[in-house]
């Protein structure tokens, strides 16, 4: 009896402590920072589409710096000032009238945003004042492939190995008590005395080493698979380019449409980059941007007058045995840009949105609708047409025409 009691705490002890090493990962993996909020995001959004081009957080642009602006200024008072400052400023408001001084007597235009998102504008603003190089090191982290969850010795790793030793120390302390409780207890009975608990007397128990083996054997396995499935992959990768170009700036404050500048997704397959030709035609006139000045644009220049093409740097890859056509789906499936690359229009840096996988692209294939309504490209599918007329299909998605097969993609 003394045997099977020690044996039967002691595999309590290993379960309890086996769920606190699981869990813990979990619930440290996911405590979410400052910057993981969705109003934080929105924010970032919303102000890279109404901000950006007058304003930035640090240092003075077309407009003022909103580095403390939030502990400067009255929540109502913002709401009113960035809805309609030129209403405020005429109400003779003290601080509006000293901020249209200040800048030359120069309006800021009314925005069209509700005070839901100027908290969320006001809540990126404050996270990018108390951490600054936040966001530009995990964007950096990223580029590189080593972001705090993939680097083996980041602060959370290190945190979750020593929590793993501590809690190893603990299972062995553990087994030492309940050995020597259970000897005690058989002693008390007058029964036979077990063995005390050592580690090698646990390496000589055949059940744990055949569930040690079966764990480190499933362990393996998933590695391997992990690792395997994720060759080639690089969602979130945003490297450095040799301009800075902001889509936030050019798709999204100026509305430029993404297929002026990547005039081949509606042609072939490949968007293309465009030339500095193209460049040039808005920027013969436009010399100097909101955020850096000349500094970008006249690399522009220089490229375009010694006709040496910009080496921008390729972020969304896939592997040579893939077949994708931008104008198959552009065209046919008339799917917007952002379904695939994100809201490109809100990027100031671009990076791949998407894990552009095998199984991301199948799950598309299976769940979106074909769009069959005045679309002259799937008139040739007449029994689809008649099905749908005659309600025996709800819709067509793009597996029910073939989009599945493996030599649609693989051939």
């Not at 919303?46 to 957080?57: E, M, R, T, V, Y």
């Given at each position: 009896?003394?045997?099977?009691y020690?044996?039967?705490?002691?595999?309590?002890s290993?379960?309890?402590?086996?769920?606190l090493?699981?869990?813990?990962?979990f619930?440290a993996?996911?405590?979410?920072?400052?910057?993981?909020?969705?109003?934080?995001?929105?924010?970032?959004?919303?102000f890279?589409?109404?901000?950006?081009?007058?304003?930035k957080?640090?240092?003075?642009?077309?407009?003022?710096?909103?580095?403390?602006?939030?502990d400067?200024?009255?929540?109502?008072?913002l709401?009113?000032?960035i809805?309609?400052?030129?209403?405020?400023?005429?109400s003779?408001d003290?601080?509006?009238?000293?901020?249209?001084?200040?800048?030359s007597?120069?309006?800021?235009?009314?925005?069209?945003v509700?005070d839901?998102?100027?908290?969320?504008?006001?809540?990126?603003?404050?996270?990018?004042?108390?951490?600054?190089?936040?966001?530009?090191?995990?964007?950096?982290?990223?580029?590189?492939?080593?972001?705090?969850?993939?680097?083996?010795?980041?602060?959370?790793?290190i945190?979750?190995?020593i929590?793993?030793?501590?809690?190893?120390?603990?299972?062995?302390?553990?087994?030492?008590v309940?050995?020597?409780?259970?000897?005690?207890a058989a002693?008390?009975r007058?029964?036979?005395?077990p063995?005390?608990?050592?580690?090698?007397?646990?390496f000589?128990?055949?059940?744990?080493?055949?569930?040690?083996?079966?764990?480190?054997?499933?362990?393996?396995?998933?590695?391997?698979y992990?690792?395997?499935?994720?060759?080639?992959?690089?969602q979130?990768?945003?490297p450095?380019?040799?301009?800075?170009?902001?889509?936030?700036?050019?798709?999204?404050?100026h509305?430029?449409?993404?297929?002026?500048?990547?005039?081949?997704?509606?042609?072939?397959?490949?968007?293309?980059?465009?030339s500095?030709?193209?460049?040039?035609n808005?920027?013969?006139?436009?010399?100097?941007?909101?955020t850096?000045?000349?500094?970008e644009?006249?690399k522009i220049?220089?490229?375009?007058?010694n006709?040496i093409?910009?080496?921008?740097?390729?972020?969304h890859?896939?592997?040579?045995?893939?077949?994708?056509?931008h104008?198959q789906?552009?065209?046919?499936?008339?799917?917007?840009?952002?379904?695939c690359?994100?809201e490109?229009?809100?990027?100031e840096?671009?990076?791949?949105?998407e894990?552009?996988?095998?199984?991301?692209?199948?799950?598309?294939?299976?769940?979106?609708?074909?769009?069959?309504?005045?679309?002259?490209?799937?008139?040739?599918?007449?029994?689809?047409?008649?099905?749908?007329?005659?309600?025996?299909?709800?819709?067509?998605?793009?597996e029910?025409?073939g989009?599945t097969?493996?030599?649609?993609?693989?051939?």
């Amino acid at each position: 009896m003394g045997k099977k009691y020690t044996e039967f705490n002691w595999l309590r002890s290993m379960i309890l402590a086996g769920l606190l090493v699981i869990l813990l990962p979990f619930s440290a993996t996911h405590a979410q920072d400052a910057r993981s909020t969705e109003g934080y995001k929105k924010g970032k959004a919303l102000f890279g589409a109404n901000c950006a081009s007058c304003h930035k957080i640090q240092g003075k642009l077309i407009g003022p710096g909103l580095a403390g602006v939030n502990d400067k200024y009255d929540r109502e008072w913002l709401y009113k000032w960035i809805k309609n400052s030129q209403a405020l400023i005429k109400s003779g408001d003290g601080d509006a009238i000293a901020i249209y001084n200040e800048y030359s007597k120069s309006v800021m235009p009314a925005q069209p945003v509700s005070d839901a998102e100027i908290d969320q504008i006001l809540e990126y603003v404050q996270v990018e004042t108390d951490d600054p190089g936040g966001g530009k090191q995990t964007a950096n982290a990223a580029a590189s492939g080593t972001t705090a969850e993939a680097n083996l010795w980041s602060p959370l790793r290190i945190f979750l190995y020593i929590m793993a030793v501590v809690l190893l120390v603990m299972l062995f302390m553990m087994g030492k008590v309940l050995s020597n409780l259970g000897r005690m207890a058989a002693e008390k009975r007058g029964e036979p005395i077990p063995e005390p608990f050592s580690v090698a007397s646990l390496f000589q128990n055949g059940k744990f080493v055949a569930v040690g083996l079966m764990l480190l054997l499933c362990i393996m396995g998933y590695t391997t698979y992990d690792h395997a499935a994720a060759l080639g992959r690089q969602q979130n990768y945003a490297p450095d380019q040799p301009i800075k170009f902001s889509h936030a700036l050019h798709a999204g404050t100026h509305k430029i449409e993404c297929q002026y500048c990547h005039s081949g997704a509606s042609k072939g397959k490949s968007a293309v980059i465009p030339s500095t030709n193209v460049c040039m035609n808005c920027h013969k006139a436009i010399q100097e941007g909101p955020t850096y000045g000349t500094t970008e644009i006249a690399k522009i220049y220089e490229h375009y007058e010694n006709n040496i093409p910009v080496p921008w740097v390729k972020i969304h890859n896939l592997p040579d045995h893939v077949y994708f056509n931008h104008a198959q789906h552009v065209n046919a499936g008339q799917i917007e840009c952002q379904t695939c690359h994100g809201e490109i229009q809100t990027m100031e840096k671009v990076k791949q949105q998407e894990p552009l996988s095998m199984g991301w692209c199948i799950d598309c294939h299976r769940e979106t609708a074909v769009q069959f309504s005045s679309n002259d490209y799937y008139k040739t599918y007449e029994k689809l047409h008649d099905d749908l007329k005659e309600g025996k299909l709800d819709q067509v998605t793009v597996e029910s025409i073939g989009g599945t097969e493996c030599q649609k993609c693989h051939y």
